[in-house]
Structure formats: C-alpha cells, structure tokens
Nanobody
Framework: QVHLVESGGGLVQPGGSLRLSCAAS????????MAWYRQAPGKQRELVAQ???????NYADSVKGRFTISRDNTENTVYLQMNSLKPEDTAVYSC???????????????WGQGTQVTVSS
C-alpha cells in the first residue's frame, strides 16, 4: 500500500505565495509521473502541473509563469511552488503519483487527501 500526504495549504492574500508538498510512503519500487490537480467549488477537477520521471514538466495555461512543480526522488516527494496567487486559484489541491510497487507490477495511480488553498484579502 502507498500513502500520499500533502501539506502547505492555507489562506493567503492575492499576490502571495504558498508551497505545497506531497510525500509518498509505503511499498514503493518506482514513481513515474507526479502531478498536482485542483478542484474549485462547482467546477471539475483540473490538472495544474505534472512532472515526469525524466524531469519534463507540463503546466496548465492558467498557472504558467506563476507555479513551479519539482520533485525529490530520494524523498518520494513532489512540490508545487505557487507565486502571484490569485483569488481564482482558490481550490482543493490534490497530488497524484503513478507508482509501481514491485518489479513486473503495472503502475497504479495514488492520490493524496487534498489540501485547501484559499486566496482572499
């Protein structure tokens, strides 16, 4: 079993910054893609950013230039540095990792529990 635990959410004023962390623990052989999603009230969940095992990154157009995703493979952790935050960034942010738990096992998606980010004055 693999567990993902997120931290770093909270309340911040417009223009401020937050850094989210998501650490995986458990039976892990390899982690492929790490990603952050968000879901605002009344809206569908959307992909915010993802980082592949080789380091390539993708971002949603709405966060390009403001958010940076990074990963620490030694700690099985993914980060999301969020700068110049806007009220429309308010949402529950969840991390997802595609994990293989042993040699020969197909990778599986694992999700964190979500952390609330509120951008408001």
């Amino acid at each position: 079993q693999v567990h993902l635990v997120e931290s770093g959410g909270g309340l911040v004023q417009p223009g401020g910054s937050l850094r989210l962390s998501c650490a995986a623990s458990g039976s892990i052989f390899s982690i492929y893609t790490m990603a952050w999603y968000r879901q605002a009230p009344g809206k569908q969940r959307e992909l915010v950013a993802q980082i592949f095992s080789a380091g390539r990154r993708n971002y949603a157009d709405s966060v390009k230039g403001r958010f940076t995703i990074s990963r620490d493979n030694t700690e099985n952790t993914v980060y999301l540095q969020m700068n110049s935050l806007k009220p429309e960034d308010t949402a529950v942010y969840s991390c997802k990792m595609i994990v293989s738990i042993s040699v020969g096992m197909s990778p599986t998606d694992y999700w964190g529990q979500g952390t609330q980010v509120t951008v408001s004055s």
